[in-house]
């Protein structure tokens, strides 16, 4: 999933990416703005007007409402991301893994729950794609992070096992994270949240 394969047309004047820009944002607010329920009701005519441009332009650069979701998507996971990028980078050298692990989870939580789109997004993308589409791949920014926690910690995982370690751990924390964001009770989703850090713990003790 990325931005350059969600966008139609890449713009290359300033005024165009402006353009882009503002139709992205105005999504964005309008997702805010809205009740969850309405995700899918959203509409190109109503992005269109909440940007101030002619609705055609949305189709010179998107094909269609998912287009535009997609790129939302993207920039909540990166925005998340960077978030644990920087807690990750708290952690001293050859730290516990069971401490590396909880922190990582439990940040990637924190500021899954803290961004204004991520959950929300998430949760419309597990609702119109299929459970595979959803699992980050290799070169992910969540592989990314977990090979950083991984590199930090007393537990780095023979060569041999390296890459299959890491994508059964890509799959696990991102399955298990949708599941407590589909969770509409909060301490519920805190007690899922908390059996995942114990399982993967324990996958790698």
Do not use: C
């Amino acid at each position: 999933m990325t931005t350059r394969t969600a966008i139609r047309k890449e713009p290359r004047q300033a005024r165009a990416k402006a353009r882009v820009n503002a139709l992205i944002e105005a999504t964005e607010r309008l997702l805010v703005a809205s009740p969850e329920a309405e995700t899918a009701a959203l509409s190109t005519t109503a992005i269109a007007r909440e940007a101030g441009v002619p609705v055609g332009s949305v189709y010179q650069y998107f094909e269609s409402l998912d287009s535009i979701l997609e790129v939302l998507r993207e920039r909540a996971h990166d925005e998340v991301m960077q978030v644990v990028a920087n807690e990750l980078q708290r952690i001293g050298e050859h730290s516990d893994w069971s401490v590396t692990n909880r922190h990582l989870i439990k940040s990637f939580w924190a500021a899954a729950r803290a961004h204004p789109t991520f959950r929300r997004l998430t949760r419309y993308e597990n609702s119109t794609q299929p459970l595979w589409n959803t699992i980050p791949k290799p070169g992910s920014w969540l592989d990314r992070l977990i090979r950083e926690a991984l590199a930090k910690t007393d537990r780095t995982p023979p060569a041999d096992r390296l890459e299959a370690q890491v994508r059964t751990l890509t799959a696990a924390i991102s399955v298990l994270t949708d599941q407590a964001i589909e969770e509409q009770d909060e301490a519920r989703a805190e007690v899922l949240v908390d059996e995942m850090i114990r399982l993967v713990a324990g996958y790698l003790a």
